[in-house]
């Protein structure tokens, strides 16, 4: 199984797809919808081989069935995904990961969307489905993948901007400020490394 590429939902550090695919019910803004993508779909590729590659392929095909590109990633489901069909997958996500091999027929009925079997049993396939459903739902705040902070021009924040928010926070001792400041070098460098990764994709 493969995660469909294409450029989805936006800000101005993204190309492609319009905002309009990526459905009103999404949580995360579509400019981090956008990265989760890109950054799931470049992992696939680094990781070819690696099992990790499985987790990254599931919860980009889950990203690329909820703006319309392909069919359900647990069912092949076509159709609008909507919030009650993709609460499906996320749970036949879960429950595929942890060593099941359906949902039960009342759960499909409580969702008022018709059952459907896995076509996968790869545990790391449906875990990374059900992460990113379970993100895009909104029902837990961790995206797929580590992302870049971006600030409203869609640029990353400098050393200096982290540093100044995180010292802020500290209480003012010598070692928490330079524990601070050495942080905001790390997180500024990650971000920028994130981005590169997500613009290379496009």
Do not use: K, N
Not at 115 to 143: I, K, M
Not at 165 to 187: I, K, L, N, S
């Amino acid at each position: 199984m493969l995660c469909s590429w294409l450029h989805v939902g936006a800000g101005p550090h993204t190309v492609g797809v319009p905002t309009a695919t990526v459905p009103a019910w999404v949580v995360p803004p579509p400019g981090s919808v956008a990265d989760a993508h890109a950054l799931t779909h470049a992992l696939v590729g680094e990781l070819q081989g690696d099992d990790r590659a499985h987790r990254h392929a599931g919860a980009c095909a889950a990203i690329s069935w909820v703006v319309g590109l392909q069919p359900g990633p647990m069912t092949h489901r076509d159709g609008e995904p909507t919030t009650a069909a993709v609460r499906g997958e996320m749970m036949l996500g879960d429950a595929v990961a942890a060593g099941e091999i359906e949902l039960p027929d009342a759960v499909w009925a409580a969702l008022d969307v018709p059952p459907a079997r896995p076509v996968t049993g790869h545990v790391g396939w449906a875990a990374g489905v059900a992460a990113s459903l379970g993100w895009l739902l909104g029902v837990h705040t961790r995206p797929p993948v580590r992302l870049p902070r971006r600030l409203p021009d869609g640029s990353t924040p400098t050393a200096e901007q982290l540093a100044a928010e995180y010292v802020a926070r500290t209480f003012g001792e010598p070692e928490a400020r330079a524990e601070a400041r050495r942080r905001a070098v790390q997180d500024a460098a990650l971000y920028q490394r994130l981005a590169a990764v997500v613009a290379s994709v496009h």
